[in-house]
Protein backbone atom coordinates (compact mmCIF):
# COMPACT_ATOMS: atom_id res chain seq x y z
CA UNK A 1 0.00 0.00 0.00
CA UNK A 2 1.47 3.32 -1.49
CA UNK A 3 1.59 6.02 1.48
CA UNK A 4 1.80 9.34 -0.32
CA UNK A 5 2.52 12.60 2.13
CA UNK A 6 0.01 15.35 2.23
CA UNK A 7 2.92 18.10 1.83
CA UNK A 8 4.58 19.16 -1.16
CA UNK A 9 3.66 19.79 -4.74
CA UNK A 10 2.10 16.24 -4.72
CA UNK A 11 0.44 16.78 -1.60
CA UNK A 12 -2.83 18.47 -2.65
CA UNK A 13 -3.68 15.42 -5.31
CA UNK A 14 -3.20 13.11 -2.76
CA UNK A 15 -5.54 14.95 -0.53
CA UNK A 16 -8.47 15.04 -2.57
CA UNK A 17 -9.83 12.12 -2.98
CA UNK A 18 -8.70 11.12 1.00
CA UNK A 19 -11.02 14.46 2.07
CA UNK A 20 -13.85 13.14 -0.29
CA UNK A 21 -14.16 9.77 1.87
CA UNK A 22 -13.83 11.53 5.11
CA UNK A 23 -16.91 13.68 3.55
CA UNK A 24 -19.39 11.13 2.61
CA UNK A 25 -18.43 8.95 5.51
CA UNK A 26 -19.23 12.30 8.55
CA UNK A 27 -22.21 12.61 5.71
CA UNK A 28 -23.05 8.42 6.48
CA UNK A 29 -21.97 8.26 10.19
CA UNK A 30 -24.20 11.77 10.92
CA UNK A 31 -27.52 10.09 9.02
CA UNK A 32 -26.85 6.92 10.94
CA UNK A 33 -27.07 8.42 13.98
CA UNK A 34 -29.79 10.30 13.23
CA UNK A 35 -29.36 12.88 17.08
CA UNK A 36 -27.13 14.61 19.18
CA UNK A 37 -25.32 11.30 19.87
CA UNK A 38 -25.48 7.54 19.39
CA UNK A 39 -28.18 5.39 22.02
CA UNK A 40 -27.20 3.19 23.93
CA UNK A 41 -25.23 2.85 27.36
CA UNK A 42 -21.50 3.95 27.68
CA UNK A 43 -21.05 0.13 27.68
CA UNK A 44 -22.88 -1.06 24.36
CA UNK A 45 -20.18 2.15 22.57
CA UNK A 46 -17.21 0.61 24.26
CA UNK A 47 -18.24 -3.03 22.57
CA UNK A 48 -18.78 -1.32 19.28
CA UNK A 49 -15.44 0.36 19.18
CA UNK A 50 -13.80 -2.50 20.03
CA UNK A 51 -14.97 -4.73 17.27
CA UNK A 52 -14.19 -1.94 14.83
CA UNK A 53 -10.85 -1.80 16.03
CA UNK A 54 -10.91 -5.58 15.69
CA UNK A 55 -11.00 -5.76 11.73
CA UNK A 56 -7.60 -5.37 12.08
CA UNK A 57 -5.54 -3.82 8.86
CA UNK A 58 -8.34 -2.81 6.08
CA UNK A 59 -7.70 -0.64 3.30
CA UNK A 60 -10.90 0.72 3.83
CA UNK A 61 -10.47 2.05 7.42
CA UNK A 62 -10.44 5.66 6.85
CA UNK A 63 -14.15 5.40 5.30
CA UNK A 64 -14.90 2.64 8.05
CA UNK A 65 -13.48 4.39 11.20
CA UNK A 66 -14.50 7.80 10.37
CA UNK A 67 -18.17 6.62 9.73
CA UNK A 68 -17.86 5.00 12.69
CA UNK A 69 -16.40 8.54 14.51
CA UNK A 70 -19.27 10.33 13.47
CA UNK A 71 -21.71 8.03 14.04
CA UNK A 72 -20.71 7.60 17.86
CA UNK A 73 -19.48 11.62 18.29
CA UNK A 74 -21.91 13.72 20.47
CA UNK A 75 -22.15 16.60 17.42
CA UNK A 76 -22.34 20.00 18.77
CA UNK A 77 -24.24 21.25 15.55
CA UNK A 78 -26.96 19.37 16.75
CA UNK A 79 -29.84 21.74 18.39
CA UNK A 80 -30.26 19.14 21.14
CA UNK A 81 -26.58 19.09 22.40
CA UNK A 82 -26.06 21.70 24.30
CA UNK A 83 -24.62 20.58 27.57
CA UNK A 84 -20.67 22.26 27.66
CA UNK A 85 -18.92 24.57 25.91
CA UNK A 86 -18.28 22.44 23.45
CA UNK A 87 -19.23 24.48 19.98
CA UNK A 88 -20.02 23.62 16.42
CA UNK A 89 -16.96 24.99 14.93
CA UNK A 90 -17.55 26.98 11.61
CA UNK A 91 -17.06 25.17 7.96
CA UNK A 92 -14.46 27.86 7.46
CA UNK A 93 -12.22 27.58 10.50
CA UNK A 94 -12.31 23.48 9.47
CA UNK A 95 -11.08 24.35 6.44
CA UNK A 96 -8.29 26.52 7.62
CA UNK A 97 -7.47 23.92 9.48
CA UNK A 98 -6.86 21.36 6.67
CA UNK A 99 -3.99 23.67 5.73
CA UNK A 100 -2.77 23.72 8.90
CA UNK A 101 -2.38 19.91 8.83
CA UNK A 102 -1.54 18.87 5.84
CA UNK A 103 1.65 21.86 6.08
CA UNK A 104 2.32 20.85 9.49
CA UNK A 105 4.11 23.75 10.65
CA UNK A 106 5.82 23.99 14.15
CA UNK A 107 5.70 27.62 16.13
CA UNK A 108 9.08 26.10 18.08
CA UNK A 109 10.96 27.66 15.64
CA UNK A 110 10.93 30.33 12.55
CA UNK A 111 12.56 27.86 10.29
CA UNK A 112 9.39 25.38 10.78
CA UNK A 113 6.95 27.78 10.28
CA UNK A 114 7.86 31.01 9.12
CA UNK A 115 4.49 32.80 8.29
CA UNK A 116 2.84 31.21 11.00
CA UNK A 117 5.54 32.50 13.40
CA UNK A 118 4.75 36.58 11.78
CA UNK A 119 1.27 35.25 11.57
CA UNK A 120 0.55 34.38 15.67
CA UNK A 121 2.63 37.90 16.60
CA UNK A 122 0.47 39.92 14.36
CA UNK A 123 -2.81 38.76 15.53
CA UNK A 124 -2.30 38.70 18.96
CA UNK A 125 -1.41 42.31 18.91
CA UNK A 126 -5.23 42.43 17.41
CA UNK A 127 -6.40 40.36 20.05
CA UNK A 128 -4.14 42.27 22.63
CA UNK A 129 -6.50 45.68 21.48
CA UNK A 130 -9.80 43.51 21.50
CA UNK A 131 -8.96 43.11 25.11
CA UNK A 132 -7.75 46.47 25.73
CA UNK A 133 -4.39 46.12 25.86
CA UNK A 134 -1.35 48.60 24.42
CA UNK A 135 -0.95 46.56 21.45
CA UNK A 136 2.26 47.61 21.44
CA UNK A 137 3.55 46.50 24.53
CA UNK A 138 1.48 43.71 24.90
CA UNK A 139 2.18 39.89 24.12
CA UNK A 140 1.00 36.13 24.05
CA UNK A 141 0.93 32.78 22.19
CA UNK A 142 -1.74 30.57 21.35
CA UNK A 143 -2.46 27.80 23.88
CA UNK A 144 -4.43 24.70 24.17
CA UNK A 145 -7.28 26.69 25.69
CA UNK A 146 -7.98 28.43 29.35
CA UNK A 147 -6.39 25.23 31.75
CA UNK A 148 -2.78 25.95 30.11
CA UNK A 149 -3.79 29.97 30.30
CA UNK A 150 -4.70 30.02 33.74
CA UNK A 151 -1.27 27.99 34.27
CA UNK A 152 0.73 30.43 32.58
CA UNK A 153 -1.02 33.38 34.35
CA UNK A 154 0.02 32.11 37.61
CA UNK A 155 3.22 31.29 37.00
CA UNK A 156 3.77 34.87 35.38
CA UNK A 157 2.36 35.88 38.97
CA UNK A 158 4.89 33.94 41.40
CA UNK A 159 7.70 34.92 39.02
CA UNK A 160 6.68 38.34 39.36
CA UNK A 161 5.74 38.97 42.84
CA UNK A 162 7.49 36.45 44.48
CA UNK A 163 11.33 38.05 45.43
CA UNK A 164 13.92 36.03 44.34
CA UNK A 165 14.75 33.81 41.33
CA UNK A 166 12.58 31.23 40.88
CA UNK A 167 15.13 29.32 38.02
CA UNK A 168 17.78 29.67 40.17
CA UNK A 169 16.54 29.80 44.12
CA UNK A 170 13.30 28.13 43.63
CA UNK A 171 10.04 29.73 46.40
CA UNK A 172 11.45 31.48 48.82
CA UNK A 173 11.78 30.43 52.26
CA UNK A 174 9.44 31.65 54.67
CA UNK A 175 6.83 33.13 52.39
CA UNK A 176 3.52 31.59 51.96
CA UNK A 177 2.62 32.06 48.65
CA UNK A 178 -1.87 32.11 48.03
CA UNK A 179 -3.67 32.73 45.56
CA UNK A 180 -7.46 34.31 46.05
CA UNK A 181 -10.06 33.14 43.24
CA UNK A 182 -13.72 32.88 43.43
CA UNK A 183 -15.60 29.79 44.76
CA UNK A 184 -16.66 29.40 41.23
CA UNK A 185 -13.67 29.89 39.42
CA UNK A 186 -12.32 27.16 37.01
CA UNK A 187 -10.65 24.12 38.56
CA UNK A 188 -7.78 24.75 36.80
CA UNK A 189 -6.83 27.28 39.05
CA UNK A 190 -6.34 24.68 41.99
CA UNK A 191 -4.26 22.38 39.56
CA UNK A 192 -2.16 25.03 38.23
CA UNK A 193 -1.16 26.38 41.45
CA UNK A 194 -0.41 22.27 42.67
CA UNK A 195 1.55 22.11 39.62
CA UNK A 196 3.38 25.76 40.77
CA UNK A 197 4.35 23.60 43.58
CA UNK A 198 2.08 26.09 45.74
CA UNK A 199 -0.39 23.27 46.59
CA UNK A 200 -3.86 23.44 45.99
CA UNK A 201 -4.58 24.48 49.33
CA UNK A 202 -2.54 27.76 48.55
CA UNK A 203 -6.04 29.04 46.86
CA UNK A 204 -8.24 30.84 49.25
CA UNK A 205 -11.76 31.03 48.16
CA UNK A 206 -14.01 34.00 47.96
CA UNK A 207 -18.00 33.34 48.44
CA UNK A 208 -20.28 34.13 45.53
CA UNK A 209 -23.64 35.41 45.13
CA UNK A 210 -26.62 33.17 44.11
CA UNK A 211 -25.16 34.18 40.37
CA UNK A 212 -21.54 32.86 40.87
CA UNK A 213 -20.36 36.46 40.98
CA UNK A 214 -17.56 36.82 43.03
CA UNK A 215 -18.73 38.95 46.34
CA UNK A 216 -15.91 42.05 46.36
CA UNK A 217 -16.48 42.89 50.45
CA UNK A 218 -15.23 38.86 50.45
CA UNK A 219 -12.64 39.47 48.31
CA UNK A 220 -11.72 42.35 50.35
CA UNK A 221 -11.98 40.63 53.53
CA UNK A 222 -10.13 37.54 52.17
CA UNK A 223 -6.92 39.45 51.32
CA UNK A 224 -6.93 41.03 54.16
CA UNK A 225 -7.00 37.83 55.98
CA UNK A 226 -4.25 36.25 53.70
CA UNK A 227 -1.96 39.17 54.65
CA UNK A 228 -2.57 38.91 58.68
CA UNK A 229 -1.79 35.69 58.47
CA UNK A 230 1.48 36.10 57.21
CA UNK A 231 0.50 34.82 53.60
CA UNK A 232 1.41 36.92 50.22
CA UNK A 233 -1.61 37.14 47.87
CA UNK A 234 0.49 36.65 44.76
CA UNK A 235 -2.53 36.44 42.53
CA UNK A 236 -6.13 37.36 42.10
CA UNK A 237 -8.06 35.37 39.69
CA UNK A 238 -11.03 37.17 38.49
CA UNK A 239 -13.34 34.71 35.93
CA UNK A 240 -15.32 36.54 33.07
CA UNK A 241 -17.95 33.89 32.08
CA UNK A 242 -17.82 31.17 34.62
CA UNK A 243 -18.74 27.81 33.43
CA UNK A 244 -21.89 26.92 35.04
CA UNK A 245 -23.75 30.62 35.03
CA UNK A 246 -21.87 32.92 32.51
CA UNK A 247 -21.11 35.35 35.73
CA UNK A 248 -18.24 37.90 35.48
CA UNK A 249 -16.89 38.93 38.18
CA UNK A 250 -16.22 42.91 39.32
CA UNK A 251 -13.67 43.38 37.55
CA UNK A 252 -12.87 47.08 38.21
CA UNK A 253 -13.49 46.09 42.12
CA UNK A 254 -10.71 43.13 41.11
CA UNK A 255 -8.53 45.14 40.39
CA UNK A 256 -8.59 48.01 42.26
CA UNK A 257 -8.25 45.41 45.30
CA UNK A 258 -5.05 43.23 43.22
CA UNK A 259 -3.24 46.58 42.81
CA UNK A 260 -3.90 47.40 46.78
CA UNK A 261 -2.25 44.21 47.72
CA UNK A 262 0.53 44.30 44.96
CA UNK A 263 -0.69 41.28 43.46
CA UNK A 264 -0.90 40.05 40.31
CA UNK A 265 -4.47 39.97 38.68
CA UNK A 266 -5.53 37.29 36.27
CA UNK A 267 -8.94 37.33 34.20
CA UNK A 268 -10.01 33.62 33.21
CA UNK A 269 -12.53 35.00 30.07
CA UNK A 270 -11.86 31.42 28.71
CA UNK A 271 -15.93 31.52 27.98
CA UNK A 272 -16.79 35.20 28.39
CA UNK A 273 -13.99 36.78 26.18
CA UNK A 274 -16.52 36.10 23.21
CA UNK A 275 -18.28 38.93 24.56
CA UNK A 276 -15.74 41.42 23.29
CA UNK A 277 -16.80 40.36 20.14
CA UNK A 278 -19.78 42.04 20.34
CA UNK A 279 -20.54 45.58 21.19
CA UNK A 280 -23.62 45.05 22.70
CA UNK A 281 -22.25 42.45 24.92
CA UNK A 282 -18.35 43.61 25.08
CA UNK A 283 -19.52 46.19 27.93
CA UNK A 284 -20.00 43.55 30.53
CA UNK A 285 -16.60 43.13 30.81
CA UNK A 286 -15.81 46.59 31.19
CA UNK A 287 -12.75 46.72 33.57
CA UNK A 288 -10.75 43.57 31.74
CA UNK A 289 -7.82 45.74 30.49
CA UNK A 290 -6.75 46.60 33.69
CA UNK A 291 -5.57 42.42 34.24
CA UNK A 292 -1.81 41.51 34.19
CA UNK A 293 -3.02 38.80 31.92
CA UNK A 294 -5.86 37.11 30.19
CA UNK A 295 -7.34 33.63 28.95
CA UNK A 296 -9.58 33.27 26.04
CA UNK A 297 -10.59 30.60 24.19
CA UNK A 298 -12.10 31.02 20.31
CA UNK A 299 -13.35 27.03 20.52
CA UNK A 300 -15.64 28.71 22.58
CA UNK A 301 -17.57 31.83 21.93
CA UNK A 302 -15.65 31.50 18.03
CA UNK A 303 -16.75 28.73 16.67
CA UNK A 304 -12.82 27.72 15.94
CA UNK A 305 -12.03 23.71 16.46
CA UNK A 306 -10.23 22.83 19.18
CA UNK A 307 -7.63 24.68 19.97
CA UNK A 308 -8.18 27.74 19.72
CA UNK A 309 -6.91 29.51 23.11
CA UNK A 310 -5.07 32.83 23.86
CA UNK A 311 -2.56 33.65 26.68
CA UNK A 312 -2.28 37.65 26.75
CA UNK A 313 -0.10 39.63 29.08
CA UNK A 314 -0.49 43.48 28.94
CA UNK A 315 3.83 43.71 29.68
CA UNK A 316 5.72 41.99 27.41
CA UNK A 317 8.42 42.63 30.20
CA UNK A 318 6.38 40.01 32.69
CA UNK A 319 7.27 37.29 30.51
CA UNK A 320 10.99 37.32 31.00
CA UNK A 321 11.25 34.46 33.70
CA UNK A 322 9.79 31.81 30.39
CA UNK A 323 12.55 33.16 28.12
CA UNK A 324 14.65 30.10 26.88
CA UNK A 325 17.40 29.53 24.44
CA UNK A 326 17.98 26.54 23.00
CA UNK A 327 20.84 26.64 20.44
CA UNK A 328 18.96 23.93 17.83
CA UNK A 329 15.74 26.10 18.09
CA UNK A 330 16.45 29.92 18.59
CA UNK A 331 20.21 30.83 18.77
CA UNK A 332 21.20 33.96 19.85
CA UNK A 333 22.94 35.07 16.28
CA UNK A 334 19.89 33.92 14.29
CA UNK A 335 17.64 36.67 16.49
CA UNK A 336 20.02 39.18 16.13
CA UNK A 337 20.23 38.51 11.92
CA UNK A 338 16.28 39.21 12.09
CA UNK A 339 15.01 35.50 12.63
CA UNK A 340 12.65 35.78 15.68
CA UNK A 341 11.73 33.40 17.87
CA UNK A 342 8.68 32.07 20.00
CA UNK A 343 10.06 29.32 22.01
CA UNK A 344 9.62 31.47 24.91
CA UNK A 345 6.35 32.57 25.18
CA UNK A 346 4.75 29.16 25.73
CA UNK A 347 4.70 26.65 27.74
CA UNK A 348 5.52 24.11 24.98
CA UNK A 349 8.02 23.18 22.33
CA UNK A 350 6.26 21.55 19.59
CA UNK A 351 3.25 23.91 18.89
CA UNK A 352 0.44 23.76 16.04
CA UNK A 353 -0.31 26.88 13.96
CA UNK A 354 -3.79 27.48 15.62
CA UNK A 355 -3.51 31.17 15.15
CA UNK A 356 -4.33 30.35 11.10
CA UNK A 357 -8.14 29.20 11.42
CA UNK A 358 -8.82 31.93 13.70
CA UNK A 359 -6.85 34.70 11.17
CA UNK A 360 -8.79 32.77 8.52
CA UNK A 361 -12.16 33.80 10.14
CA UNK A 362 -11.58 36.98 11.17
CA UNK A 363 -10.19 38.23 7.98
CA UNK A 364 -13.69 36.83 6.22
CA UNK A 365 -16.16 37.25 8.56
CA UNK A 366 -15.02 40.07 10.49
CA UNK A 367 -15.61 41.10 13.87
CA UNK A 368 -19.09 42.86 13.23
CA UNK A 369 -20.23 39.39 12.35
CA UNK A 370 -18.64 37.30 14.67
CA UNK A 371 -20.33 39.38 17.37
CA UNK A 372 -23.44 38.53 15.98
CA UNK A 373 -23.21 35.06 15.40
CA UNK A 374 -22.42 35.98 20.01
CA UNK A 375 -25.24 38.10 20.24
CA UNK A 376 -27.43 35.25 18.70
CA UNK A 377 -26.75 32.83 21.16
CA UNK A 378 -26.95 35.28 23.67
CA UNK A 379 -31.01 35.84 22.47
CA UNK A 380 -31.83 31.95 22.20
CA UNK A 381 -30.65 32.30 25.97
CA UNK A 382 -33.08 35.00 27.31
CA UNK A 383 -35.74 33.14 25.28
CA UNK A 384 -35.03 29.52 26.38
CA UNK A 385 -34.52 31.00 30.20
CA UNK A 386 -38.11 32.84 29.32
CA UNK A 387 -39.55 29.15 28.15
CA UNK A 388 -38.52 27.78 31.67
CA UNK A 389 -40.20 30.25 33.55
CA UNK A 390 -43.48 29.68 31.64
CA UNK A 391 -43.56 26.09 32.27
CA UNK A 392 -44.39 25.03 35.62
CA UNK A 393 -42.42 21.95 35.69
CA UNK A 394 -39.23 23.99 35.69
CA UNK A 395 -37.53 26.29 37.99
CA UNK A 396 -35.18 28.40 36.41
CA UNK A 397 -31.94 29.69 38.71
CA UNK A 398 -30.85 32.65 37.28
CA UNK A 399 -31.16 34.95 34.44
CA UNK A 400 -28.31 33.93 31.67
CA UNK A 401 -25.71 36.38 31.65
CA UNK A 402 -24.10 34.63 28.52
CA UNK A 403 -25.49 32.05 27.05
CA UNK A 404 -26.29 29.18 29.44
CA UNK A 405 -29.36 28.53 31.03
CA UNK A 406 -29.46 27.10 34.23
CA UNK A 407 -32.66 25.11 35.88
CA UNK A 408 -33.95 22.16 37.19
CA UNK A 409 -37.41 19.73 37.13
CA UNK A 410 -39.64 19.86 39.67
CA UNK A 411 -41.28 16.43 40.47
CA UNK A 412 -44.25 16.38 41.78
CA UNK A 413 -43.95 16.79 45.92
CA UNK A 414 -40.38 15.49 45.65
CA UNK A 415 -38.30 16.29 49.01
CA UNK A 416 -35.00 17.93 47.74
CA UNK A 417 -32.94 14.49 47.51
CA UNK A 418 -35.64 12.97 45.41
CA UNK A 419 -35.15 16.05 43.33
CA UNK A 420 -31.77 15.83 43.01
CA UNK A 421 -32.05 12.24 41.69
CA UNK A 422 -34.97 12.87 39.54
CA UNK A 423 -32.98 15.66 37.45
CA UNK A 424 -29.68 12.95 37.61
CA UNK A 425 -31.58 10.33 36.13
CA UNK A 426 -33.61 12.27 33.32
CA UNK A 427 -30.28 13.52 32.09
CA UNK A 428 -28.74 9.79 32.14
CA UNK A 429 -32.18 8.66 30.37
CA UNK A 430 -32.13 11.18 27.38
CA UNK A 431 -27.83 10.28 26.89
CA UNK A 432 -28.92 6.39 27.13
CA UNK A 433 -31.55 6.96 24.35
CA UNK A 434 -29.74 9.25 22.04
CA UNK A 435 -32.22 12.47 22.21
CA UNK A 436 -30.34 14.60 23.89
CA UNK A 437 -27.23 16.47 25.43
CA UNK A 438 -28.08 18.09 28.58
CA UNK A 439 -25.45 19.47 31.22
CA UNK A 440 -25.56 18.70 35.10
CA UNK A 441 -23.76 20.76 37.27
CA UNK A 442 -24.10 21.74 41.64
CA UNK A 443 -24.66 24.61 43.39
CA UNK A 444 -22.40 25.88 45.98
CA UNK A 445 -23.34 24.82 49.70
CA UNK A 446 -24.44 21.66 51.37
CA UNK A 447 -26.96 19.31 51.29
CA UNK A 448 -29.45 18.04 49.27
CA UNK A 449 -31.29 20.68 46.64
CA UNK A 450 -28.35 21.84 44.49
CA UNK A 451 -28.17 19.62 41.25
CA UNK A 452 -29.19 21.65 38.86
CA UNK A 453 -29.18 20.88 34.71
CA UNK A 454 -27.66 23.27 31.89
CA UNK A 455 -27.70 24.07 28.30
CA UNK A 456 -25.12 25.62 26.85
CA UNK A 457 -26.20 27.52 23.77
CA UNK A 458 -23.12 27.73 21.51
CA UNK A 459 -24.91 26.63 18.43
CA UNK A 460 -26.21 30.30 16.62
CA UNK A 461 -28.12 28.66 13.87
CA UNK A 462 -30.31 27.00 16.25
CA UNK A 463 -34.03 28.16 16.92
CA UNK A 464 -36.31 29.00 19.47
CA UNK A 465 -38.43 26.10 18.36
CA UNK A 466 -36.51 23.70 18.73
CA UNK A 467 -34.80 24.80 22.45
CA UNK A 468 -38.52 24.58 22.97
CA UNK A 469 -38.59 20.82 21.96
CA UNK A 470 -35.41 20.31 24.05
CA UNK A 471 -37.43 21.51 26.84
CA UNK A 472 -40.29 19.34 26.07
CA UNK A 473 -37.86 16.39 26.01
CA UNK A 474 -36.55 17.34 29.69
CA UNK A 475 -39.96 17.51 30.99
CA UNK A 476 -40.78 13.83 29.27
CA UNK A 477 -37.97 12.43 30.33
CA UNK A 478 -38.96 13.70 34.39
CA UNK A 479 -42.23 12.08 34.15
CA UNK A 480 -40.77 8.99 33.23
CA UNK A 481 -38.55 9.02 35.20
CA UNK A 482 -40.87 9.86 37.90
CA UNK A 483 -43.25 6.66 37.20
CA UNK A 484 -40.14 4.43 36.64
Not at 45 to 71: C, H, S, V
Not at 145 to 164: C, F, H, V, Y
Not at 307 to 336: I, W
Not at 444 to 455: A, H, S, W
Amino acid sequence: MSAPLAGGAGGPAALRPLVEQVLAALAAGAERRGGPLPPGPPGLLAEQTAGALAAGQDPDALLRLTEFLAYGSADPADPHCAAHLHCPPLALAVAADLAVSALNPSLDSWDQAPVATTLETELLGELAALVGFPADRAAGVFTSGGTESNLMGLLLARDQILPGDPELDGLPAGLSPQIVASAAAHFSVQRAAAVLGLGERAVRTVPVDRDQRMDPDALARVLAETVSEGGTPVAVVATAGTTDTGAIDPLHRAADLAAEYGSWLHVDAAYGGGALLSDRLAPLLDGIARADSVSLDFHKLGWQPTAAGVFLVRRAATYASLARRAVYLNPADDERAGYPSLLGHSLRTTRRADVFKLAVTLRTLGREALGALVEACHDLARTAAAAVEADPALELHTTPVLTTVVFRYLPAGADPAETDRCNAELRRHLLRTGQAVVGRTELPGEGPGRVRLKLTLLNPHTAPAEVAALLAKVVTAGRTVEKA
